[in-house]
């Protein structure tokens, strides 16, 4: 939920993804050092660990996106299309976000799950953005992708800043049309 006020915009949802995000850095922060000082971190499993760690923050960022999304009133469909674009496959970086979000939650459960349109869904994002989802540690590498080799998720926000300002001005744009 955000208000507008004389100073600008109130974005509580933003406010919050940020905490969340600098305690999701912060373990991704923990593993990096852990990373170097261990002398065979795939074995400690730590890249499972960082790989976990990566798909809660992916989630956080689905649930702000979803909050902004609804308090704006544009449809999910349209809204996942919306701000800026990844560079190399022109994908909505929202919908990257959406995609990995829905990975973490969902992989899982693919192999009981006979419907793939939404496993399809979520292997073409992956594929589009150079990271398979059955590949080794997908999400670490679709986060990197986005960030541009940052692998953290504050410098996400820039991104999901410009969506939600777009998503505002479609809003507004909807209302004046009628």
């Given amino acids: 939920m955000f208000i507008h006020t004389h100073d600008g915009l109130i974005d509580f ?68 299309q919306l701000g800026p674009r990844h560079q190399g496959s022109g994908r909505a970086v929202a919908a990257a976000i959406n995609a990995a979000a829905n990975f973490w939650k969902h992989y899982p459960e693919w192999p009981l799950d006979k419907n793939t349109h939404r496993q399809d869904t979520v292997r073409r994002a992956f594929d589009d953005l150079g990271f398979p989802a059955d590949g080794e540690y997908p999400l670490s590498g679709i986060l990197t992708e986005l960030t541009t080799g940052i692998a953290r998720f504050g410098p996400l926000q820039v991104p999901l800043g410009q969506w939600r300002d777009e998503l505002m001005k479609r809003r507004a744009q909807n209302l004046a049309s009628g």
Avoid: N, S
Avoid at 48 to 57: N, Q
């Fill in 13 to 80: 949802d933003m406010d919050l993804l940020v905490q969340m995000c600098r305690v999701i850095d912060r373990q991704l922060d923990t593993f990096e050092e852990r990373f170097q000082a261990t002398p065979d971190a795939d074995a400690y499993g730590l890249f499972d660990w960082a790989e976990h760690v990566t798909g809660v923050g992916f989630v956080a960022c689905q649930c702000y996106l979803t909050a902004t999304y609804t308090c704006v009133g544009i449809p999910k469909v349209e809204a996942m």
